[in-house]
C-alpha cells in the first residue's frame, strides 16, 4: 500500500516500517479472518503474545476486568510454548509480509536466551521483544523490573544468544526507568519498548474482594497514555536507543504525540481490542495530516518535543 | 487454525429502529438496520455492541444475535437484560443512535435432520432461539420444533410468543410456579422425555447448563450449549474468554476461545469445575 518513500514510513534503529503503526504483544492473531476490517500488510509490524518455553495455561478466568480509561487485564501469559508456536503460529504470522517481532518471556535468564536463540536467527523473525516486564505472572514485574541488574542480566544473555535485534519491554512499574533504559542499552538491547501494562486493581467492596483472582492486574488503554507518554519521553531522553511507544494509543493524533515525544514507533493494544478498525482509522488520520496539514514526513516529527 | 468456512467479521455502524421494553422486567428488544452483518449471520452467533455516542462502558458487550427480520433481511434484533452498566446504556438507545457492531462472531449452532429439536432455554439464554427456530424451519422442515423456556418467576419467561409465532411449540417452567410447570427447566426436560431421535440445543446460565449436563449424562456430548465467557474483543485475539474443556481419554482438558470455537460448545466437553461461573466477579462497583 505504502512504497518505500512513503510519508508514513519511519525506523526503529536499523529496522525500516512502512507505518508506525505495530500490534502490541498479546493483543493481536491472525485466527480470525481479517479481510476488510484490517489490512495486516498496511501495520508496521505485528508483536506476537508473548511466548514462554513451555506452555501456560494462564491465569482462571474471568481475566478483564473493565475500568475508567480502559480494561484490567490478567491473562498470565498463556500460550502454547515454544514448539506449539514455532509449528502452528510463527508460519501463519510470517505469511503476513510485514515485519514479526517475536515477544518471549521466561522465568530466568536461560528460558530467555534459550528462546532468543530459537527465534533470533530465523529470517522471518525481525526482532525479538523481550518482555522482562509482564505483571500478571509471579515472577514478572517483581523478578526482573525492580533492579536494573537483574533485568540487564536477562537482556546480556539474549545477545550472547543471538545477534538479531532485541528490543526491550520495559515495565512502566520500574522505578527510575532511565537507568532500567541505560542498563538495557549497556546490555545490548537494539531499540526499548515503552512500556508495558501498569499495575491496577479493581475491587468488588460489597463482597470485600478483588475483581479479578489475582488481584492487582495490567491497566491498559487510554487511561494511561498520559503517564507512557511521559515515560517514553524520559527514556528517550536516556539513551541513544530507539524507542517504542505501547500505551492507550487510539487515534492519528495519540501517534504524532508518542513520535513528538521520543517514539520512533507505536503498538496499538487495547483498542484493537475494541475496535478492530481502529489501524485503518489511525492509518487514515495519518494520512490527512500528511495531505492536508502537509506535515511532510512522521520520521521528521520524531523526538522534536521542546524542552 | 483460522476457522475454515467462516466469513470474515465484520465493523459495522448499525443504526437504531426501535428499542423497547419487552413486557417484562428489564428486557429490551432493540431493533437495528445493520445490513452486513444481519446478511451473514447463523443462528447461535453473536456481534459486539457498543452505544457509540457513550465512552463508558469502554467495550462492546458481547450479545447474540437472536432474529434477522424476514421482512426487512437488513434489520438484526438484539434482545437483552440489562444487568450492568454496559447493557443498562445499551438499552438506552433511541431511534437513530448509532451501535457499533462487531460481528457477526463466534461459530454457532450446527443444525441437522433430527425427528425432533428441542430448544432448552433459561432466562435471558433464549436469546438466540428465534433465528435458530427459523433456520431450523428451512433446513429441517416438517420437523417437530419444541422450545423448554425456563426462568425463576413468569417475568423473566422472554421471547415465547415470537417462537410460537414461528410455529415453535413452547413449554414454560418456572421456579416459582407462576406460569406452566413448576421447578427448573432440566426437570421440565425430564418431564417431556427424550427419544434418540431428539437433537439439543440449550442456552442459559452456567448453573443451568451444569445442571443439564449433569442431568443428561453421556448423552450430554450431543447437546449443543451457548456458553457465556467475559470477553474483551470477541474475535480471538485477547485470549480472555477461555473455557476448560476435555475431549474424550483427555484428562484435565484444555482451554478453548468462547469467542472463536464457541460459544456453542457440545456440552459433555465442558469442564465446569474449571470453568468458574461467568457471573463470581462480574459486578465491578465503581464506573460512571
Ligand atoms: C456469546 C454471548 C452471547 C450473549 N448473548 C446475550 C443476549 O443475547 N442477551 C443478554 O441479555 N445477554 C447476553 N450475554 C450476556 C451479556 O454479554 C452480559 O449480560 C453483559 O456483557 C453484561 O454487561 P454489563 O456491563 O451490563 O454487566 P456488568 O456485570 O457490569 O459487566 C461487567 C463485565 O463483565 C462482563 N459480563 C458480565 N456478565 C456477563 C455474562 N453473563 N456473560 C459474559 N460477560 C459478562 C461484561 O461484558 C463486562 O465486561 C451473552 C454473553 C455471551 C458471551
Ligand atoms: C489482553 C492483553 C494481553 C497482553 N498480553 C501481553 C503479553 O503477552 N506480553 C506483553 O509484553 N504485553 C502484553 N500486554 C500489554 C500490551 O502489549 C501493551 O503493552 C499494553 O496493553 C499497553 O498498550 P495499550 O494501552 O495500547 O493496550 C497485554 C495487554 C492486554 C490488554
Ligand atoms: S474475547 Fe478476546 S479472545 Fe475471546
Redesign the interface.
Known sequence: MHDASSPLEVAVGDLRLRSPLLTASGTFNLKTDLTGVLDVRGLGGIVTKTVTRKPRPGNPPPRIAEVPGGLLNSIGLENEGLEGFRARELPRFAAAGVPLIVSIGGDDAGEFAELAAAFGGRPEVAAVEINVSCPNVDRGTAAFAARPAAMARVVQACRDATRARLWVKLSPESPDLWAFARAAEEAGASALTVANSHVGLAVDWRRRRPVLGRGAAGYTGPGIKPLTLRLVQTVAGATRLPVVGAGGVESADDVMDYLVAGASAVEVGTAYLRHPGVFADITAGLERFVQEEGIGRLQDWVGTLAS | ???PD??????EEGVVLGSRPAGTADCTLLSLRSPRVAARVRPGQFVMA?LLRRD?????RPLSVADVDPADPEVLLLVFTAVG??TRRLAEASPGDAV?L?GPLGNGFTIAPAAEHVLIAGGIGVAPFPLLARYIARLDPGAQRVCLLGAATRTGLHLAARLRALGVVVETATLDGSEGFRGNVVERLAAHGLHPGSRLYACGPDAMLAALARHLGPTSDTCQAALE?????G????????ITVADPGESGGH?ELAC?QGPVFALGRVRWE???P?C?????????
Do not use: D, E, K
Request: proline share 13%; hydrophobic share 45%.
Open positions: 487454525m483460522q476457522q467462516r466469513p470474515p467479521m465484520i465493523v457498543r463508558f462502558p469502554y467495550l462492546g452498566a454496559g457499533r462487531v465467557a467475559h470477553m474483551a474483543c474475535f480471538g485475539a485477547c485470549n480472555a474468554c477461555v482451554h472463536l474449571r470453568t468458574p461467568v463470581v466477579a462480574a459486578r465491578p462497583s465503581g464506573g460512571p
